[in-house]
């Protein structure tokens, strides 16, 4: 298949997100048309590559066009239907009930810290010294009922995290490594 219909194929999309491994050699094929100051980013969409091989000379495009590559069709179709699908359910079926548990518990750490601070700067000013002393000597009473909360609000936005990247990662088509090979895949890297 010709650089051009591989292009025209991938449209908006990145070519590196839609042909994972052969994006970045096409683009490089490309890249070594091109003069420095035109040089397509790693990601460009087809529609960039496109329009690139659209303003090349005539010579540099035959010379391109004549370039096969071993691209199927199917696989990027795959790819962006993988992605709507993904987006869909997600659209279809958001996670409602976590949220709500982390505002909740957000709400309980906010409220409780404002009337802390609040107790202890009204008895500084009162000069009020047992008050004082009690709120500064209750502190682990208010660690020991925020710890629970503060360590959902964590998980809560780690997972999140998490999500987002697998999201991302399942998207690209970039499966991360995991158990004893992804150990091993980090220290053959070095």
Not at 66 to 92: N, P
Not at 154 to 168: C, M, S, T
Not at 174 to 190: D, E
Request: net charge neutral; hydrophobic share 50%.
């Amino acid at each position: 298949m010709n650089i051009l219909e591989i292009a025209k194929t991938v449209g908006a999309s990145a070519l590196n997100m839609m042909i994972p491994g052969a994006g970045s050699a096409i683009l490089g094929v490309v890249n070594a048309f091109l003069p420095d100051d035109q040089k397509l980013p790693e990601y460009a969409t087809g529609h960039d590559v496109a329009n690139a091989i659209q303003a090349m000379p005539a010579d540099k495009r035959a010379e391109l066009m004549s370039k096969q590559f071993d691209v199927d069709i199917a696989q990027i179709k795959e790819a962006g239907s993988t992605l709507r699908t993904m987006l869909e359910s997600d659209a279809k079926n958001p996670h409602s009930t976590r949220p709500y548990i982390a505002k909740g518990a957000f709400l309980v750490v906010a409220f409780s810290i404002v009337v802390i601070v609040s107790l202890w700067a009204i008895s500084v000013f009162n000069q009020n010294v047992s008050t004082v002393k009690a709120v500064v000597d209750g502190w682990p009473f208010v660690l020991a009922v925020m710890t629970p909360l503060v360590t959902l609000l964590y998980a809560y936005f780690g997972v999140l995290k998490d999500e987002h990247k697998h999201k991302l990662q399942a998207a690209s088509g970039n499966a991360p490594a995991s158990g004893m090979a992804g150990i091993l895949s980090a220290f053959l890297k070095r």
